[in-house]
């Protein structure tokens, strides 16, 4: 069962506007961790942000933030003033008790001069 | 500064041989996975490790085998290389303790299966 749901395949954002990207997780387990990662088209995996399923405040690095709803089971990464450079692939990804990863199949973020 | 490395960017094979795909890491992480990653499909597990000589299939074992004879090596072995095997193959460690650390990725493999 697939475990991470991304249910954009694609988004366009205009320079300088906040892109918030979806991500639903399925779980029974009271303890994981959640992720975010940046795929450009050079290949690399760069981690953006993390959230625990304990943290009580949305986690936030930078220009990026996590929108956590623990209730909804919903973690989408919010964007904030989008830079040609942020135009890449993004996975999100939890982490079960096992240590084990599982991804979505990614959003592809385009950001418009 | 963390370091996974693998072993080719760019690999050419042609069907039936056998593949070697090595990754290195130089964290003592206990933790190592091989991902697969195809258009659409996002990233598939292969196998994952969480220590020398142990492994675990992943989603999606089938026509792959691996090897962790040494803490900072996990090798993924193709042993009849398939057309449908041509894909990006991704290697990742990560620390035993969970919590806060994420996965550290290689670059990446490009394999073709001609």
């Known amino acids: 069962a697939q475990k991470i749901t991304q249910t954009q395949p694609g988004m366009f954002v205009q320079e300088k506007e906040a892109v918030t990207l979806d991500c639903t997780y399925d779980t029974s387990d009271p303890s994981y961790g959640l992720f975010w990662y940046k795929q450009p088209s050079s290949g690399e995996m760069i981690f953006l942000i993390y959230q625990g399923s304990y943290d009580q405040q949305n986690a936030t690095e930078g220009r990026y933030s996590l929108n956590f709803q623990k209730a909804r089971k919903s973690a989408n990464l919010v964007i904030s003033a989008s830079q040609l450079g942020d135009s890449a692939m993004y996975f999100c990804?939890?982490?079960?008790?096992?240590?084990?990863?599982?991804f979505g199949t990614g959003t592809s973020l385009t950001v418009i001069p | 500064d963390v370091k996974v490395t693998q072993s080719s960017r760019y690999l050419v094979k042609r069907t039936g041989e056998k593949v070697f795909l090595e990754c290195v890491q130089d964290m003592d992480h206990e933790n190592m996975f091989w991902y697969r990653q195809d258009p659409g499909l996002g990233l598939r597990l292969i196998y994952f490790s969480y220590d020398v000589k142990m492994k675990e299939k992943g989603d999606i074992p089938e026509g792959y085998s691996v090897s962790r004879e040494k803490k900072e090596r996990f090798s993924l072995i193709l042993e009849s290389a398939s057309t449908n095997q041509t894909s990006m193959y991704l290697c990742?460690?990560?620390?035993?303790?969970?919590?806060?650390?994420?996965?550290?990725f290689g670059p990446g493999t490009r394999l073709t299966v001609l």
């Open positions: 990804a939890m982490r079960d008790p096992g240590n084990q990863f599982y």
């Open positions: 990742a460690s990560s620390p035993l303790a969970g919590g806060r650390d994420t996965q550290y």
